[in-house]
């Protein structure tokens, strides 16, 4: 088995509805996203051989689905009134409407996702909300 590992980190506002704690109000991160790749085989031909990928390509595409998260407003669906994100929009703020709680956990799954959607072998993702804190998503 082989592996690659790089990270990146994004800033944004996130709450978490139906939480009981410090949580439930309006907060910020930053967010610290470390991803791995596994494969059972290196590549066989051309610019990639012997390797798992390309260092550059795999870290341009986490920066790229970071940078999807960077400086916006995490918002669950459903838990803002309409009014309300509305208001926020026609304001200038950057919202990101996602179909999950924006749990740490949740956003090593999507940002896992996203990955494997860009055809990388993604075998697990680290997001840290905190220097000491993290949740860990592994494809299944």
């Not at 109000?25 to 990639?48: I, K």
């Not at 940002?111 to 909300?129: F, K, T």
């Amino acid at each position: 088995m082989y592996g690659l590992k790089t990270e990146w980190h994004f800033d944004s506002a996130h709450f978490l509805a139906d939480y009981h704690g410090k949580c439930e109000n309006l907060h910020g991160h930053r967010w610290r996203v470390v991803a791995y790749l596994r494969t059972d085989a290196l590549g066989e031909a051309g610019t990639e051989r012997d390797m798992v990928m390309d260092f550059g390509a795999f870290k341009r595409a986490v920066r790229e689905v970071c940078d999807g998260l960077d400086h916006t407003f995490l918002v669950e669906e459903g838990t803002l009134a309409p009014a309300t994100v509305a208001a926020l929009e026609a304001e200038g703020f950057s919202l990101t409407v996602l179909p999950f709680r924006t749990t740490a956990e949740n956003l090593a799954r999507h940002i896992c996702d996203e990955l494997r959607a860009r055809d990388l072998p993604c075998a697990q993702v680290d997001v840290y909300e905190t220097p000491l804190n993290c949740a860990t998503y592994v494809a299944g």
